[in-house]
């Protein structure tokens, strides 16, 4: 995939007094992205590695979820998670935190939700193809050192996750989700979905909501909430993996806290049916990553909106060069440096970037 530049370019960074300032141990320059290898193909979970998310911890660590195997449709994929303790620099060795006996897992997704409890989302798959998927959950009580077993959220087949959840103004919590059909490795059809599965905090108990539906098909979705009710989702676009003209990310509003949603339109986004991220800042400003490419992975660009995303005026490329620079999964740790991990080289390698708003606008 990557050249060698690339290579060097990442192992340039891996060690550097950057990545514990990262971690609260000292200051980093503010007008600059610095990028980490972290795991490749000699970690010792199998050669694929994708994709990828990072929380940070109560007390400051970071903890990374990716599921790892042969390949991505190869049997027995686990999940695994790395624990990076503030102050330090080094992941501790992944280690299986979700597997089954009888069918393979992938896309994990975890979070710390406001009361402490540690979820870790991810898809069981039940056959052949993504489509037989079906969400599956587990809870920590412990900052992610243990684990409950494994319970399931979504019965219908299809059903998968991908992006982080959000905390919305009236406490609940919002999971987006989607729903794959067409068992069909190449093509995502028109009729796949994005939706939400709602926590009523009160009653404990997770809802599904009404679906966006688009043009060409939309999965993957990735929300923030403005104010009140209004809420926008950016969604990666349907059909297959052929260059197109018209690969737009599909954008859709909800006006009632994500109970309902708009039709999914497209964006002025281009999207090359590839994983997007978009999430708040502490000062209202929302970013998006995304690959700014109808047809390839690359390059990677954080773009910042201050207008509540009418427009996206500042933009700034991650990561670029031949190959693919593919799901990013975006934070903003306490000290309010973004963190953002996505995977390349054929979906090998889990790499990090860690930067903050000013390296996108400046020190407007």
Known sequence: MGSKNWKARINSVALTPFLLSALGAG?????????????GPET????????????EL???????VFHGGAGEYAEGTAVYGSRRERGREDWSPPRAIASNPFHSLGNAVVWQAPEGTVWLFFVTRHGDTWSTS?????????????WSDSSALTFEAGTMVR????????????????????????????????????????????????????????IQPAVVQIAGGRLIAYCRRGGDYQPRT???????ESADGGRSWSEGKESGFPNP???VDFIKLRNGHLALLYNDSMNERTPLVVAVSADQGTTFPCRKKVVEGPGDFAYPSAIQ?????????????????INLAVFEESAVCGDQ
């Open 58 to 64: 109560r007390g400051g660590d970071l903890y990374l």
């Open 246 to 252: 018209d690969g737009w990310l599909v954008r859709a």
């Open 134 to 146: 079906r969400i599956s959950a587990k809870v920590s009580r412990d900052g992610a050192r243990t």
């Open 333 to 349: 740790t306490a000290d309010g440096r973004l963190l953002v991990v996505f995977t390349s080289e054929e979906r090998t390698v």
């Open 44 to 55: 010792p979970t199998g050669k694929y590695k994708h994709p990828a998310c990072v929380e």
């Open 163 to 218: 992006g982080r959840p959000i905390v919305l103004d009236d406490g609940d919590y919002l999971l987006p989700v989607y729903h794959e059909t067409g068992n069909d490795p190449e093509l995502v059809p028109p009729d796949s979905t994005s939706f939400f599965l709602r926590y009523d905090v009160k009653r404990k108990q997770w809802i599904e909501t009404g679906r966006i539906r688009s043009r060409i098909g939309n």
């Open 27 to 39: 200051p980093a320059p503010a007008a600059e992205i610095r990028l980490e290898r972290i795991f």
């Open 273 to 275: 049916n590839a994983a």
